[in-house]
């Protein structure tokens, strides 16, 4: 057992040495980050100017949901994303060297994802950590409970958007196309998740509609958590709901994954 | 049982036509595509044994990387068996791989950033290989393969020659009993290649590890192995040994002159009663010498005859046997 785990941690370990020396698109991820920040701010604070709240949205919620959605993101935007990961080894054709080794593939593309994301998910918590000092507005959570139930949602989620973005990468083998893919997925996520905009703020008849999607799992569900807008009931049945989402996501992606594998063309003779 | 069992082995490939060309077809693909059905491999039998070095050879695509791949489970085939160690390798991959080693020539299985060390203790990782084995394995690999001086070394910084050796080390070191080797000498120069070679030699005899050589390289399956399968157009034409090969296709050479005087003209020649095929142009004379002629005699009665400033002997490229054979 201890063997078949050093065989996956020694490939999460070999990313994070690698992401490191990407230090120049790590600093510009981050000042993109907090343009982003800057220019959501103004919008909202516009948004709330004649207004104490929207759906049970006060200012000091709203802000606080930008901030911590957007450290999110940087966790999940996967730079290296495991789809782009994908479609450049199929497009080298390097994905025959992966399946010569005595690993299984999906596995060892999340941990080789993990290794990717550990400095980002340094920084997120830096971020968040000095928000809550820097800022009065900043709401923190105020128990235990409601930490560990966020930290739990938020590795649920995680693992969603890391199914669902290998699954857009063995689309690729299919279209042999990777920007049009990737853009989609990139489209809806970040505006059905709720990175936009918190879903509590759609109107009803559409709010039901994302209820049956994965997607608000991945940033709408742990961001409200954080907030404590659900009560201890409510938290439980969310991250139940991000639990199956995950097990099914993951069921799919094992099944795009074998009928891709089997479909693929790869060149030389 | 043998150690590879192949039996009745097919391969196609679905690929998208476009139709037409210019801004019509490029308009006319947006909406509908033709897939063309392209049988890469035709109905395959062999069988292989254990400690065997077998060479792989084929004009370019003929098949001969398909089937190493779907020997090696990257690829499923369309119909038919393949048995690999009493495995299927497309079915039991993981199995599969910790039975086999690979050698790609064109690509590397190390990891570009990292010093060669590291990429091997990955491996040991991966393979789950003992400690007293890895350091065994090292040791030898290193001695053998002369890696000393860059083990310490990125991999991106190696040249070609110091690559493939380490490729080829990673490949032995969780002792599989089948390597597959996919151009190994490609781009190399001869000591680099000789070093592989010997390599190779030595692994098949001391640990009894089955050899599948796919090269383009003569040389390469004169040193190294026993038996030859010839596939071409996705079918095998030639099962056998190397001596067989040769009695198969005689093979002639062509020996090149340079004249000293480019106004002399060559008028033909016989050799034990056979006319010579030549070829003049202004001082360069070619002449294709059967193998029952004697290159030597040959070239010392041309000398004896013609103003000769040099001499060399070019050998047939092997696309030329592998025709050969075909069209018999």
């Not at chain 1, 994070?16 to 919008?43: H, K, P």
């Not at chain 1, 994908?86 to 593309?109: N, Y």
């Not at chain 1, 097990?247 to 003779?269: A, D, H, P, Q």
Request: glycine content about 6%; proline content about 3%; overall charge positive.
């Amino acid at each position: 057992m201890r063997k078949k785990a050093d065989k996956y941690l020694g490939l999460l370990w070999i990313r994070m040495r690698a992401s490191v020396q990407y230090r120049f698109s790590f600093v510009s991820g981050i000042i993109s980050t907090l343009l982003q920040i800057a220019i959501q701010y103004a919008i909202w604070t516009q948004v709330f100017k004649n207004r104490v709240s929207i759906n049970g949205f006060e200012r000091a919620d709203m802000f606080t949901y930008l901030l911590v959605s957007q450290s999110l993101l940087i966790i999940f935007s996967f730079r290296n994303a495991p789809e782009r990961m994908i479609s450049q080894k199929i497009k080298q054709g390097d994905i025959a060297l992966e399946l010569i080794h005595p690993v299984q593939f999906t596995l060892a593309r999340f941990f080789e994802n993990l290794g990717d994301s550990v400095m980002n998910i340094g920084i997120a918590i830096l971020f968040v950590v000095v928000c809550g000092c820097v800022f009065p507005d900043f709401i923190v959570p105020k128990s235990i409970g409601s930490v560990l139930m966020f930290l739990l949602s938020v590795c649920f989620s995680y693992l969603i958007m890391f199914f669902i973005s290998a699954m857009a990468g063995y689309l690729t083998f299919f279209t042999m196309n990777f920007w049009g893919i990737y853009n989609a997925k990139k489209a809806i996520v970040d505006f059905l998740s709720g990175a936009l905009i918190p879903i509590a703020l759609f109107p009803e008849s559409v709010r039901w509609i994302f209820s049956y999607l994965p997607f608000q799992n991945i940033v709408y569900t742990p961001v409200m958590i954080f907030l404590e807008k659900y009560t201890m009931r409510e938290c439980g049945v969310q991250l139940l709901i991000q639990c199956i989402w995950m097990i099914v996501l993951m069921c799919l992606n094992e099944w795009v994954y074998k009928v891709s594998v089997r479909r693929i063309s790869v060149n030389g003779g | 049982m043998s150690q590879i069992v192949v039996n009745d082995l097919h391969k196609d490939f679905y690929v998208n036509v476009s139709k037409g060309s210019g801004v019509t077809g490029m308009v006319k693909s947006l909406f509908s595509r033709e897939k063309k059905t392209v049988e890469a491999v035709k109905g395959l039998d062999f069988k292989i044994e254990e400690g065997e070095m077998v060479g792989f050879l084929g004009p370019n695509g003929a098949g001969k990387s398909t089937t190493i791949k779907m020997l090696t489970g990257i690829l499923t085939p369309s119909n038919g068996e393949i048995s690999v160690c009493g495995l299927t390798p497309c079915k039991k991959r993981q199995q599969n791989a910790k039975n086999i080693g690979v050698v790609f020539g064109q690509r590397t299985q190390l990891w570009w950033d990292l010093p060669v060390k590291e990429s091997f203790l990955l491996l040991k990782k991966m393979y789950e290989i003992e400690t007293g084995t890895y350091e065994d394995n090292i040791a030898y690999f290193t001695d053998l393969l002369d890696m000393e001086d860059f083990l310490d070394r990125p991999v991106r910084q190696l040249s070609l020659g110091q690559r493939m050796r380490c490729d080829l080390a990673a490949a032995f070191l969780h002792n599989p009993k089948i390597i597959y080797l996919d151009e190994p000498t490609i781009g190399l120069d001869i000591t680099s290649k000789k070093r592989i070679r010997e390599c190779i030699k030595e692994t098949n005899r001391k640990r009894k590890t089955t050899i599948i050589l796919t090269t383009h390289d003569m040389a390469d399956v004169e040193q190294l192995a026993d038996r030859v399968m010839v596939i071409n157009h996705g079918k095998m034409v030639y099962d056998g040994d190397m001596a067989g090969l040769q009695q198969q296709y005689r093979r002639s050479r062509n020996v090149v002159f340079t004249l000293k005087d480019s106004r002399v003209a060559f008028t033909g020649f016989r050799m034990d009663n056979q006319r010579i095929e030549w070829q003049q142009r202004a001082e360069e004379l070619i002449l294709k010498v059967p193998a029952s002629v004697s290159a030597g005699e040959m070239i010392s009665l041309v000398m004896a005859q013609y103003p000769v400033e040099d001499v060399r002997i070019e050998e047939t490229p092997i696309e030329d046997i592998i025709e050969e054979i075909y069209n018999q």
